[in-house]
DNA sequence: CTGAAAGCGCTTACAG
DNA sequence: CTGAAAGCGCTTACAG
C-alpha cells in the first residue's frame, strides 16, 4: 500500500535495521548510510507506522483522556482548561492523546488494548467502579477526587479549605446569612465542597441551616435556573457560595431572574475562577486555582508512572485562593 | 506480557483463527465453539490489541481531531460544542478519537501513520499549508472555511448570512451607525464576515465607514478589551456586531469599562450562539448555528470518506438565525 | 466448521 | 558499523 520500511531499506541499499536504528535515534549507523537513509525517507515520504511499532515495544503510544458525562462537561470551562494544560504536559513526548467522552467510547478503550495510561477525570461512584478500573491494569491518574479508598494518584484543588475561604471572604464583608449551591453528593467533589463550607461556617460561629443550602443534581446550572431561583426567593440570605464558577453563572442569571441585583442584594461567589469569569459582567468573585498546573500535573504523573516510576505522593492537592471581584460587596443595611 | 489471542486458543483447545473469528464477529464458528470461547476470553480478561489488527488490516482505527492554536481555541465554546457533535457522531463507530492541540502534537500526527482520517478546525493560512495536507493522502474534513480552493469537504456556518442577519436586526431596532468587531483576515470565517457586514450595509444604503471597523488579530477578546475600549470611545456607533460569541462577550466588558449600558447605549450582537450566550447576564443577543449538528456532519462526511464513499457535497454550510435577547434594544433618541 | 501458515510493518538481540 | 532473522498479536485466504 503506502511506502514501509522495507521499500526504504532497498531503496537506500541498507537493512531495515539500519533504516529503523536512523529513525529512533539509535547509535551504530555509519554517517554516511545515516545521511543516505536520511535522504531517501523524505524522498520517499516515508511515515512509520506507529501500530507496528507499538506492536514491537509493547506500547500504543497513545494514552487516554477519559471524560465521563462528555456531552456535559465539554460545557464546562473547568475541563477546557485542564485539557489544555495536560496537553501542554504531554507535548514533549512521543505520546497521543486519545479523548473519550461517552461511555461507549469508554468501553471501546477499556475493552481493547489501545493506550498506555489514562487520566481520569474524576467519575461519580456509579459511573466507573474501582473494579473494572484496576482490572485494566494500567497506569490510571484521576483529576479530582474519587472515591476514598482509591488506589490512583489523584490531583486536585483543595476544595474544602477553598469553599471555607469563599465564606470567609463574604463573612469578613459582613454577611452572616450565607447559603451554598452544591452539586450532587455522589461527586467527591461536592463532598469535599459542602465539608468545607460547614467547617467554616462553624468557625466562625455562624448557624448551619439545612434551608441554606441547594444540592442541584448535576453541576449545571442551566437546567437548574429555576430551582435556584425559587431557592433565593425563599431565603433570607445575603450572600451565596457556589460549587463551582458555572453554577455561580447560573446563580447570577437566577438572580437577576428574580429582580436581586448583584452585588447589592446579593453576594455570589464561585469557585475554581475558569478563565471566563474575569471576562464575564460583572467578573465574578471566585476562588482561584492553577487549573493549567492541575492539568500539567497530572499529565507529568503518569508520564512518571509510565517510565515506572514508583510515585510517592498520592495525592497532590492544589491549593486555592480567594479573589474579589464585582458580584460580592457588603450587604445592604 | 498480558494475554494474547494465543493464549486465549490454547486455553479454549482451539486455533488463534477461531478465536479472531469469534472476536470480529465473523461467521465459521460452532455454537459449542464460540460459546466455549467467549467463555475463556471473559474469564482471561483478554482484551485484543488494536495496534496489531490495525496492522493487518492496513488502518489505525483512529481519527485525528486537530485543533491549531488549541490553547486559544480550548477556552472558546464554539469548540468544545462543536467537538461534542463529533464526539456524538463517531459514538456508534469503532473509532477512536485523537486529539492535537499543538503545533509539536499536529507534527507527530502528520509524521507518523497514526490516524485513518483528520477532523481540522479551520486552520490560518499560515499554518498548515494546503501542500501538506494533501501530502499525507489521508481523508481530511475541515470544519469551517479553509482556503478558497481547499480540495477537502468542509462543514461550516454561513457566516456572510449570520452576520447579514445581524446587521439587519440592529437596523431594524432603529440602528444607523453599525459597528463590527472582526478577527484576523487571515482567517477565512473572518473574510466572510466581513463581507457579510459590507453587504448588508450597502442592502441597506448605510454607508460604510473604516472607522466602524474594529479587527483583532486574533478571536481572543481577553486580551483585546482595552482596544475594543478605545475603539467604542471614539466611535458614535449605536449598535456593533461580533464576529463571534467570545468576541462579543469582551465587547460587554470593554463598553461596561467605558461606562456604556448595554444595551441603552450600545447594542451588542454576537455570532455562533455558543451554549452560554443564552446563559450569561445580560443574556446575549446572537446569530444561532447549529454547532453539534456541524461536529456531527462532520463527523459524518469524514465516516463516508473512511467507507471510500465519494462525496459529491463538497461543502456543507449551515443556515444561521438571528436571536434576540438581552444585549440589543433600540438607540436612546 | 476448523486450523496451519503467511504476512502486516516494525524492532531488537545476535552474529559478524 | 551492518544485516539476517525472529517475533510482537493479530487476520485472512487457503485447504480440508
Redesign the pocket.
Known sequence: ?????????REA?????????V??G?????????KRIREVIKQMD?????????????KTGNIAVVVPRGSFILNNPFFSTVLDGIAQGIDQTDYNILMSFTSTQQKKLLEK?SVDGIILFAPRIEELTLESLKKIGLPIVVIGSYVEDSPFPCVRPDDEDGIAQAVQALYQLGHRNIGFINGPLSSMHSINCLNGYTKELNNLGLDYLDENILELDEFDASKATNEISTFFKEQKITGVVCASDYLAVGAIKAATTVGLSIPEDLSIVGADDVPISSFITPSLSSVHVDLLGIGKKAASILLDMLLGKQIENKEVVFKMKYINRATTSSPKE
Chains 1, 2 share one sequence.
Open positions: 500500500m503506502s511506502v514501509s520500511i522495507k521499500d526504504v531499506a541499499g541498507v537493512s531495515t535495521a539500519s533504516v529503523s536504528r529513525l529512533s539509535k547509535p551504530g549507523v555509519g554517517k554516511a548510510t545515516e516515508y511515515r512509520p507506522n506507529l501500530g507496528a511499532r507499538g506492536l514491537v515495544q509493547q488494548k
